[in-house]
C-alpha cells in the first residue's frame, strides 16, 4: 500500500483528528487555469484530455502544483460511463456534449449496454498514473 506524503483529506473523511482543516475543492482543474487551456490545447479535444491518461494527469496534478490543496480529484468526465454503455458521446464547440444515440423510451434503455470495463480502463489507468504523481 503507498503511503501518502499528505493523508490530511483522508483522515478527515474518516473522522480523525488531522493537524488542520484540510482543503480542497470541487472543479479543480478547469478553464480558469492558463495551463488547462494549454494542456486542452495540445490533446486536440475534451475526450482526448480525458482518455489519455498522462493528459488526465497532467490536468489532475495542475491545481496541485498551484494551489495548498489536500485532495486532488481525478479529471474526467461523467459521461464517460454512459459513452462506454454504448450512447456515443461527443462534444459541439459552443454547445457542450451529445450523444448520437439517446435513451428515451422503455426499448432504447433495455437496449443499454453494460459498461466493457475495458472501454472505461483509461480512468483506472489515468488514477494509477495520478497517484504516482502526487506522491
Same mark, same amino acid.
Do not use: H
Given at each position: 500500500?503507498?503511503?501518502?506524503?499528505?493523508?490530511?483529506?483522508?483522515?478527515?473523511?474518516?473522522?480523525?483528528?488531522?493537524?488542520?482543516?484540510?482543503?480542497?475543492?470541487?472543479?479543480?482543474?478547469?478553464?480558469?487555469?492558463?495551463?488547462?487551456?494549454?494542456?486542452?490545447?495540445?490533446?486536440?479535444?475534451?475526450?482526448?484530455?480525458?482518455?489519455?491518461?498522462?493528459? @488526465?494527469? *497532467? +490536468?489532475?496534478?495542475?491545481?496541485?502544483?498551484? /494551489?495548498?490543496? !489536500? %485532495?486532488?480529484?481525478?479529471?474526467?468526465?461523467?459521461?464517460?460511463?454512459?459513452?462506454?454503455?454504448?450512447?456515443?458521446?461527443?462534444?459541439?464547440?459552443?454547445?457542450?456534449?451529445?450523444?448520437?444515440?439517446?435513451?428515451?423510451?422503455?426499448?432504447?434503455?433495455? @437496449?443499454? *449496454? +453494460?459498461?466493457?470495463?475495458?472501454?472505461?480502463? /483509461?480512468?483506472? !489507468? %489515468?488514477?494509477?498514473?495520478?497517484?504516482?504523481?502526487?506522491?
Amino acid at each position: 500500500m503507498t503511503i501518502l506524503q499528505n493523508d490530511q483529506f483522508l483522515k478527515a473523511l474518516l473522522r480523525q483528528p488531522t493537524d488542520y482543516t484540510p482543503v480542497w475543492m470541487m472543479r479543480q482543474a478547469g478553464r480558469y487555469l492558463p495551463e488547462y487551456r494549454e494542456s486542452r490545447k495540445n490533446a486536440g479535444s475534451f475526450m482526448q484530455l480525458c482518455k489519455s491518461p498522462s493528459f @488526465a494527469t *497532467e +490536468v489532475t496534478m495542475q491545481p496541485l502544483d498551484r /494551489y495548498p490543496l !489536500d %485532495a486532488a480529484i481525478l479529471f474526467s468526465d461523467i459521461l464517460t460511463v454512459p459513452d462506454a454503455m454504448g450512447l456515443g458521446l461527443y462534444f459541439t464547440e459552443g454547445e457542450g456534449p451529445k450523444f448520437e444515440r439517446t435513451a428515451s423510451d422503455e426499448a432504447s434503455i433495455r @437496449a443499454l *449496454e +453494460v459498461p466493457d470495463m475495458a472501454k472505461l480502463q /483509461y480512468v483506472f !489507468d %489515468a488514477v494509477s498514473s495520478i497517484r504516482k504523481a502526487i506522491n
